[in-house]
């Protein structure tokens, strides 16, 4: 027995400090893993309602460009005939004149040709009239496409400006919700560091007992027989004092803090095919029902509790040993978010 006990100070003189220090810069290390995934998901959560009003007003601008350049076109085509109308006044205008120069020189001459050129006159002011209504027309219509155009710079202009006051509102969301997202992460990792502080020092240094990243790892057999998936009276100890510690611990948290203890059942790779147990699933899910269970049975909220089985596909350790099965049949409590 002194021996036993000059042998674990001797090993307790490096190698614990050596652990921790490993042990935090991993916490460390999956903690800002955490924060990053969190804020990328909430934050794109948050701005899906925004991409979608933000594809309205787009849409609504394109519209508006699209009869804008339409009303240009229009605008550029009247303006086109106008020319065209004018020109072919100032023709008009010209062969009448011409005309009745004719006309002026004829007065001695023979009374048909004069009722002739006085026709022909008559017919070029009637077409002269036309044309000069056909003007006056394309300018009324030139006068609405300008206010038409007018209209829908204006409306154009009103878009942009609420498009870009979208985006500010969007920029400014994704900061404050960025800002709340590492408060609440921040928070729930300092409730998280004192639960595990606690957790150890109420467990001890048990070889069967350890932290692994942000996980507290029991060895299956703390709790169940091989096999089986009913929890051992010190199974049922263990469970006690960390009921106990979560009961104290919920007390501390805001109740707004979306926290949850994961219970994570697994086993080895050794097959097992029982009428209760078809496969190590079923073994693992049952295990970690059976420790959810019992915790709610302690007073733990069920709505702070969830229970996950992963059979024997997530193994600490890939060797085919019996020690390597020892320690991949395992119950991991985690504290997350929700």
């Known amino acids: 027995m002194a021996l036993s006990r000059a042998h674990r100070r001797e090993e307790a003189n490096f190698w614990p ?25 909430f934050l794109s959560q948050e701005l899906t309602g925004k991409d979608t ?10 519209e508006l460009t699209d009869l804008l350049a339409l009303e240009r076109s229009s605008n550029r085509q009247a303006q086109e005939s106008l020319q065209l109308m004018q020109s072919t006044l ?49 300018n009324q219509q030139i006068l609405a496409m300008r206010r038409q155009l007018a209209a ?14 979208a985006q500010a509102r969007i920029s400014e969301l994704g900061s404050r919700l960025n800002v709340a997202l590492a408060q609440r992460v921040q928070e729930l990792a300092r409730y998280r560091s004192d639960f595990f502080g606690r957790l150890r020092q109420v467990l001890g240094t048990r070889p069967d007992i350890r932290v692994v990243g ?12 091989a096999g089986q998936a009913v929890l051992k009276p010190e199974g049922q100890a263990e469970l006690d004092k960390l009921a106990a510690i979560l009961l104290d611990l919920g007390r501390e948290m805001p109740p707004d803090l979306p926290w949850i203890l994961r219970v994570d059942g697994h086993t080895d790779n050794r097959p097992i095919k029982t009428a209760q147990f078809p496969s190590n699933w079923h073994l693992s899910s049952a295990r970690a029902i059976a420790v959810v269970e019992y915790l709610i049975s302690r007073g733990l909220p069920t709505d702070r509790v969830a229970a996950t089985g992963f059979g024997e596909y997530q193994p600490l350790d890939v ?13 991991e409590f985690k504290i997350t978010e929700r």
Do not use: C, W, Y
């Open 17 to 41: 400090g050596f652990v921790d220090a490993l042990s935090t810069m991993l916490i460390g290390i999956v903690f800002l893993l955490t924060v990053f995934v969190l804020g990328q998901f």
């Open 53 to 62: 009003a933000l594809e309205r007003l787009n849409k609504q601008i394109s």
């Open 90 to 138: 100032t023709v008009e205008r010209g062969e009448r004149g011409r005309l009745q120069s004719l006309l002026d020189g004829q007065n001695n001459g023979a009374p048909a040709q004069l009722a002739e050129t006085q026709k022909a006159l008559e017919s070029e002011k009637q077409l002269s009239a036309r044309a000069q209504a056909t003007v006056d027309l394309v």
């Open 152 to 165: 829908l710079e204006e409306a154009l202009s009103a878009s942009e400006a609420k498009d870009k006051e």
């Open 214 to 225: 942000d996980r507290f790892v029991f060895q299956s057999e703390v709790f169940f027989d």
């Open 319 to 331: 060797a085919n040993t019996d020690e390597a099965h020892r320690r991949n049949r395992r119950i």
